[in-house]
């Protein structure tokens, strides 16, 4: 199972890849946008924070040309190990298709259908990103998506994983584990959210309470 982090906010990713075991970290024009700092600075100081653990840049030209030229540039910046990220749609298979010969990692991301994945892995995409949220908004079942794209995968022995994004609760991100992803990618809050809630909090707080009810402020080391 791989967590990865749907920010480019550095003091969160410095935070969450302390506490958590993150997989990487996954960008895209709209949550750059989000950040104080110009294209390159930040995603390399991002990749100073997580080493060699997975980064997804977005490729935002309009053309196939265009987007050979941007994965050149972000692989010079940021290493050959960076997962090109590419919307599923024509240009983008063709882009998939020519950055795969030319031995990029592939995220083949804004999929909504089993059939863009499908198409994105028969290219040799590494991950197919459906956006779970946004697919629900639809009034689809994005769980039915994620697990159709699952079903096809495992059907013709695909290796191309599924990395599930565009999360608004946790639920959504169980839903996408329990229905065949391999990977999600969601905001840190999310994470949280998993492990912090008032119920933990009362369990806590009572065996703090017999804890000290017992031995007082000692902790076991000392006694
Ligand atoms: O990175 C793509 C995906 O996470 C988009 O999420 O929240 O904009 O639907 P959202």
Redesign the pocket.
């Given at each position: 199972m791989e967590i990865l982090l749907?920010t480019a906010h550095l003091e969160d990713i410095r935070r969450y890849h302390k506490i958590y075991h993150i997989t990487g970290v996954?960008?895209?024009p709209?949550?750059l946008a989000r950040e104080k700092g110009d294209f390159f600075p930040l995603l390399e100081a991002i990749r100073e924070l997580i080493g060699h653990k997975q980064l997804h840049v977005?490729l935002t030209g309009n053309t196939s040309e265009d987007m050979l030229k941007e994965a050149e540039a972000i692989s010079r910046k940021l290493g050959k190990e960076t997962y090109m990220?590419v919307p599923t749609n024509e240009v983008g298979i063709e882009t998939m298709k020519r950055l795969k010969e030319q031995g990029y990692k592939i995220t083949a991301?804004a999929i909504y259908m089993p059939q863009q994945a499908m198409i994105a892995a028969s290219v040799g995409a590494d991950y197919v990103?459906p956006?779970f949220?946004?697919i629900s908004n639809m009034n689809v079942e994005g769980k039915n998506v994620v697990s159709e794209i699952a079903h096809l995968f495992k059907l013709h022995h695909c290796s191309t994983k599924i990395l599930a994004?565009?999360?608004?609760n946790t639920q959504q991100i169980m839903d996408a584990l329990m229905a065949g992803a391999e990977a999600v990618?969601a905001t840190p809050e999310l994470y949280s959210q998993m492990v912090e809630n008032p119920m933990i909090d009362a369990a806590i707080t009572g065996f703090t309470a017999d804890w000290e009810k017992t031995y007082g402020g000692k902790r076991i080391f000392e006694l």
């Amino acid at each position: 199972m791989e967590i990865l982090l749907d920010t480019a906010h550095l003091e969160d990713i410095r935070r969450y890849h302390k506490i958590y075991h993150i997989t990487g970290v996954t960008s895209n024009p709209t949550i750059l946008a989000r950040e104080k700092g110009d294209f390159f600075p930040l995603l390399e100081a991002i990749r100073e924070l997580i080493g060699h653990k997975q980064l997804h840049v977005q490729l935002t030209g309009n053309t196939s040309e265009d987007m050979l030229k941007e994965a050149e540039a972000i692989s010079r910046k940021l290493g050959k190990e960076t997962y090109m990220k590419v919307p599923t749609n024509e240009v983008g298979i063709e882009t998939m298709k020519r950055l795969k010969e030319q031995g990029y990692k592939i995220t083949a991301t804004a999929i909504y259908m089993p059939q863009q994945a499908m198409i994105a892995a028969s290219v040799g995409a590494d991950y197919v990103a459906p956006y779970f949220n946004r697919i629900s908004n639809m009034n689809v079942e994005g769980k039915n998506v994620v697990s159709e794209i699952a079903h096809l995968f495992k059907l013709h022995h695909c290796s191309t994983k599924i990395l599930a994004a565009s999360f608004k609760n946790t639920q959504q991100i169980m839903d996408a584990l329990m229905a065949g992803a391999e990977a999600v990618t969601a905001t840190p809050e999310l994470y949280s959210q998993m492990v912090e809630n008032p119920m933990i909090d009362a369990a806590i707080t009572g065996f703090t309470a017999d804890w000290e009810k017992t031995y007082g402020g000692k902790r076991i080391f000392e006694l």
